[in-house]
T-cell receptor, first 114, second 113 residues
Framework: DAMVIQNPRYQVTQFGKPVTLSCSQT?????MYWYQQKSSQAPKLLFH???????NEADTPDNFQSRRPNTSFCFLDIRSPGLGDAAMYLC?????????????FGPGTRLTVL | GENVEQHPSTLSVQEGDSAVIKCTYS??????FPWYKQELGKGPQLIIDIRSNVGEKKDQRIAVTLNKTAKHFSLHITETQPEDSAVYFC????????????FGPGTRLSVLP
């Protein structure tokens, strides 16, 4: 089945130690998103890629970076995680042809910062 | 920008009863309204959506209604089952490819056996 895959599902890091989360998709969608979701809150968009074009949300901290080496993969880099960055990180995809707007989410990576 | 409100924040129903969750939005340019179900520890799953050119859409026990004039849309779940227990998020987007989803704050639905 076509899907959005996130690895790892659980990640523990230390305060200030860089961490990378990964996302891959078999849907062949040209748009990929990264969301941060804290407990009992709605997902908050950090940034998205429209094909290779990177689009950063205005209030996304500089501590968060992203890479998209090809259509299928996207990475979230947190350069110096703080305690406030502990959250679920969700990857999503959509396409700009056919049934546009629909976003498909991966299972998420739960990040713990010690 | 768009603002989405969602009510109630928590909802408990008896198994077999109906559940209704309501959302309002502010931007009249919004034209796509999805509903997501999120189970504990999992990513949101799209369960139904509606576009601004229709007023109602149904998929088995789930239906969504849209009133563009009043800027509100609702999720209806009939014959609820314990596995319907989850957090439900509505969203609205005015953009061409959905790049600016604005989510509601969520509703925690509990279906009591």
């Amino acid at each position: 089945d076509a899907m959005v895959i996130q690895n790892p599902r659980y990640q523990v890091t230390q305060f200030g130690k860089p961490v990378t989360l990964s996302c891959s998709q078999t849907l062949n969608h040209n748009v990929m998103y990264w969301y941060q979701q804290k407990s009992s809150q709605a997902p908050k968009l950090l940034f998205h890629y429209y094909d290779k074009d990177f689009n950063n949300e205005a209030d996304t901290p500089d501590n968060f970076q992203s890479r998209r080496p090809n259509t299928s993969f996207c990475f979230l880099d947190i350069r110096s995680p703080g305690l406030g960055d502990a959250a679920m990180y969700l990857c999503a995809t959509s396409r700009t042809s056919g049934r546009v707007n629909e976003q498909f989410f991966g299972p998420g990576t739960r990040l713990t910062v010690l | 920008g768009e603002n989405v409100e969602q009510h109630p924040s928590t909802l408990s129903v008896q198994e077999g009863d109906s559940a209704v969750i309501k959302c309002t939005y502010s931007d009249s340019a919004s034209n796509y309204f999805p509903w997501y179900k999120q189970e504990l520890g999992k990513g949101p799953q799209l369960i139904i959506d509606i576009r601004s050119n229709v007023g109602e859409k149904k998929d088995q026990r789930i239906a969504v209604t849209l009133n563009k004039t009043a800027k509100h849309f609702s999720l209806h779940i009939t014959e609820t089952q314990p596995e319907d227990s989850a957090v439900y998020f509505c969203a609205a987007t005015p953009d061409n490819y959905g790049q600016n989803f604005v989510f509601g704050p969520g509703t925690r639905l509990s279906v009591l056996p």
